[in-house]
């Protein structure tokens, strides 16, 4: 994560993280890197084989 949100603070367009989101600690790490510099994570089979709950993430986040 630390070299997607270099490269997140060195371009003006947002900046998704994809690939090594297994885990909702992952998830969360992603989301409170470089102080929400990283505009969103794709998680795609983390969630589809239920190792992240997009609910309780968004709970932790106080998102929902």
Request: with cysteine; hydrophobic share 50%; glycine share 10%.
């Amino acid at each position: 994560l630390e070299e997607t949100a270099a490269l997140a603070r060195a371009i003006a367009i947002p900046v998704i993280a994809s690939g090594g989101m297994s885990s909702e600690e992952d998830v969360l790490r992603a989301a409170s890197c470089a102080d929400g510099i990283i505009a969103g994570a794709i998680v795609g089979t983390a969630v589809y084989t239920g190792a992240v709950d997009i609910g309780r993430i968004l709970e932790k986040l106080s998102c929902s």
